[in-house]
């Protein structure tokens, strides 16, 4: 039986204030919804695992992910250092599609992120869409898409309310993460098995 891979990533939420990362995050971590809004303070990091497939595996491969949720407020943004986004494996980019201006402030925000990174796989979220009166194609989602293809990213629309894309958010942002690190290194996350251990010489000082 092949062994399963198990691999940890470090993820980042950013986004401007009040476009719902927290939110996002406490419904896919633990699957709660507060209409409170708390200011995030800085950095807030959690912890959720994921099965991820892998084609042509038998065992989806156990993701461990490290989920930062970035202030939001602009002057934080202006003070950001490397030391945050160092590490990055992958970054979900969150606007609220009822102010419009969120959307176009994500083109800052990933991109301060890809300066460090080297261009980590991103999924755009378009939250709140229980508030969109017209479910269907909209010009917000038309902006959307613009913003999403010019990062090579995929985008869904999310509610944190409803639950809408949020699991299905962060497993597309697993996917790419996974994929991408077993192209690059075939064997990562195998822990080795049943592998021999080279021979100790014993040397003897000379007479």
């Not at 990055?88 to 991109?111: K, M, N």
């Not at 017209?134 to 509610?159: D, G, Y």
Request: with cysteine; aromatic share 6%; glycine share 6%.
């Amino acid at each position: 039986m092949e062994p399963r891979r198990h691999l940890k990533a470090k993820i980042c939420l950013v986004g401007e204030a009040a476009v719902g990362k927290t939110s996002l995050i406490r419904r896919f971590v633990q699957s709660q919804f507060s209409d409170d809004y708390l200011t995030t303070i800085g950095v807030k990091v959690s912890k959720k695992r994921l099965d991820v497939a892998i084609p042509e595996e038998v065992e989806p491969a156990l993701l461990e992910l490290a989920v930062w949720d970035v202030m939001g407020q602009p002057q934080f943004r202006e003070l950001l250092q490397e030391a945050y986004f160092a590490g990055v494996s992958g970054i979900i980019g969150v606007a609220d599609l009822s102010r419009p201006d969120t959307l176009q402030a994500l083109y800052e925000w990933i991109d301060r992120v890809d300066r460090v990174t080297s261009q980590a796989p991103v999924v755009i979220a378009g939250n709140k869409s229980d508030l969109l009166q017209n479910p269907h194609f909209t010009e917000v989602e038309v902006k959307m898409e613009a913003l999403a293809r010019s990062f090579r990213a995929e985008w869904r629309l999310t509610s944190a309310k409803t639950g809408r894309n949020v699991e299905q958010v962060f497993q597309l942002l697993g996917a790419h993460i996974v994929d991408r690190a077993v192209k690059a290194r075939p064997s990562i996350g195998i822990a080795a098995r049943g592998v021999p251990k080279p021979p100790v010489t014993e040397t003897r000082p000379a007479p």
